[in-house]
Structure formats: C-alpha cells, structure tokens
C-alpha cells in the first residue's frame, strides 16, 4: 500500500487521460496525412494539364507508345490533359517551324570560327580526301560544293515516331542528291553557267528521296553553294578571265551587227519610202495627164486641124515668152517656103580711126 501511495502518477485516470491525448494526437494527425494527400493528388494531376500552341501538335506516349492512331493521335492547339509522368510523357511537334538540315559531304574542313569570319584554312599543296571531301563532275571535274534544306513536317506521326532519327535521314537524302546531282553536270555549268540549275536539279533530287521514303516533310527551300578546289582557284580564274573575254567580244560582236542591221533597216526604210513617194507622185501625174487628154479629146475630135492650130499658138506661146529677138516669117504667095540665114557669132563691130572714118 505504501508503494501506491508513492507513485500517485500511474494511477488509472492518469493513464486514460494519457490515451486519449495521444488518440486524439493520431487522429489530428491522420487529418493532417488525408488533406496532404488529397493536396498531392490534386497536385499530381493538376499537373497534367498542358497548352498545345497555335503552330504546333503534340502527341501523348503512354509508356512510350502514342495515344490513338494515325492523325487522331495529334493534339491541336488549345489546353490538353494527360497523366503526368512517368506514366504519360507529352510531345510537341512545331508544324509550322522551318526546319534547316545542312548536307556533310562535298565541302572542304574548315571551322565554324573561319566561317564566321569569311575566310579560308590553308589550301596546302594537295587535296588531302581524309579531311576534305569533294564531288565529282560529269566531266571528271573535282569541286567543292555544300547544301542547306529548309523544310517543315508535313507529317508528324511518320517524321517522329517511323523514323529513328528523321534529322539524319534528311540529311543523309541531301548528301545522296549533291552527290549525285554533281556528277550530272559539267564544272563550268555548276560554277557560272547554270547556278540556279544545279540548284534546282538538287532540291528535285532531294524532294524526289524524301517523297519516295516517306519522310512526312514538305520542302520549302534548298540553297546550294559551290566553289573550284582551292589548290586550283587560280587556274579556274583564268579560264574564267578567258571566258568573261570571250563573252564581252560575242557581245561586242552582236552589238555592232545590231547596228549594222538597225542601220541598213533604217536606209532600206528610207529608200523605201522615197521610191513610194515618187511611185505615188508618178501615178498622180499620169492619172492627172489622162484627165487633161481626156478633156481635150473631145475638141480634137470636133475639129483636128483648129485644135491642132491652138495647140501651136499655145506652146509657141509658151516657148517664146523668153526670148529676146522674135522674127515671124509668113508664108509666101506663091506658097514656096521662105529662107532665113542667120548669121551667128558675128564678129564685133571695129572701132572708127582717122585711117579709116
């Protein structure tokens, strides 16, 4: 007895109030877990929500496969919602983002420090084919040449999900094309000739590929750059020289045969014209010469040897308007004609002297 009497704490009130705190503690605490765990799981697919933006499409992966088949898997742009990872993982895909893919064969190795700065790394003495690449030309021609392909994903399912890695493949299509491409033309025409044709035999080339694999891309642009080896740039700017020289006599020789023949056009026209205006000027003159004889036929008729007589007073007339001396001879009696002597350059008159008055 006088051992409880000494340990007044263990007594049966104290032990149930005991209890009954701790139970309450638990019971606060287990609210406490429930309304973090309620947080957390609001939380958690809270965060499963996701915006899809007006120039893209996104694709669901449950545990890496997508969600739905062929286009309906594509998500458009607007708010979406998926179970956050790792159960569900979201891809966008930029449809309306160009995208650029740069060929790796052809060109020289150079860095992207001397690119910058518009310069060259030392020709050397030699190609070395371990560190530079080249193409080869229909005329068994070496050159260096480089391609840039611009272009958008047409189709997102085929460009991302068929392909292990669509980049590459797009650009192992390019490498295919200038390769290929170059060997179908000559050095002259890829370098000056027909630029803009190699240009445009590459991007049919390289659309060709890429539409045949069925890369899910569309095409927007491909821009071609090519330059003469540089242990020979010398060589090729002489026959450069020669041909710029060749073309401006060709051009020399054209113009002057266009002014030859402009100016032979113009005197041709000229002469042309003259005779026409005499042609015309002539056919007047008749067409006025028949009028007047047609006038004076009818007189004629009437009476040949009056109209005859006027006729000869008219141009005697005419004729002797402007002469000095006149002399009118009629016709004799007896109807012989009369003789007149005339004598012409007379010598001039002598002058009178005391010798002879």
């Excluded at 893919?101 to 060109?107: L, T």
């Amino acid at each position: 007895m006088s051992h409880d009497h000494d340990h007044p704490d263990h007594s049966p009130e104290i032990q149930d109030a005991g209890s009954q705190a701790m139970a309450e503690a638990l019971k606060s605490s287990f609210a406490i877990v429930k309304v973090a765990m309620v947080l957390l799981v609001a939380v958690f697919f809270g965060s499963g929500f996701f915006q899809v933006g007006s120039s893209e499409k996104a694709v669901i992966l449950r545990f890496g496969k997508p969600v739905g088949e062929g286009q309906k898997a594509l998500l458009t742009a607007g708010l979406h919602w998926s179970f956050p990872y790792p159960i569900d993982e979201v891809v966008k895909i930029p449809i309306s983002e160009i995208q650029k893919v740069s060929s790796s064969v052809g060109w020289f190795l150079t860095t992207p420090e001397l690119e910058l700065a518009g310069t060259e790394p030392p020709a050397g003495p030699s190609l070395n084919p371990a560190i530079d690449s080249y193409a080869i030309t229909a005329d068994r021609n070496i050159i260096h040449t480089r391609a840039t392909l611009y272009f958008h994903i047409k189709d997102p399912i085929r460009y991302i999900f068929e392909f292990e890695n669509a980049s590459n493949s797009v650009q192992n299509a390019l490498n295919n094309a200038l390769i290929y491409t170059a060997a179908k033309f000559k050095v002259d025409d890829i370098l000056t000739r027909d630029v803009a044709g190699f240009q445009d035999a590459v991007q049919q080339r390289v659309t060709e590929l890429t539409d045949r694999e069925q890369f899910g891309i569309s095409i927007d642009q491909c821009q071609v750059q090519s330059m003469a080896p540089r242990q020979l740039k010398d060589v090729f700017a002489q026959v450069t020289t020669a041909r710029e020289n060749r073309n401006k006599l060709l051009n020399d020789a054209h113009s002057y045969e266009n002014k030859v023949l402009s100016e032979a056009g113009a005197q041709a026209s000229s002469i042309t014209n003259v005779a026409a205006s005499d042609r015309a000027r002539f056919v007047e003159s008749l067409t006025a010469e028949a009028k007047r004889f047609s006038a004076l036929q009818p007189n004629y008729e009437r009476n040949p040897g009056l109209f005859a007589q006027q006729q000869f007073v008219e141009v005697m007339g005419q004729v002797l308007t402007n002469v000095q001396d006149k002399i009118f001879l009629p016709e004799r009696a007896d109807g012989k004609p009369r003789e007149l002597r005339l004598q012409l350059n007379r010598e001039p008159p002598q002058p009178k002297t005391a010798a002879n008055p």
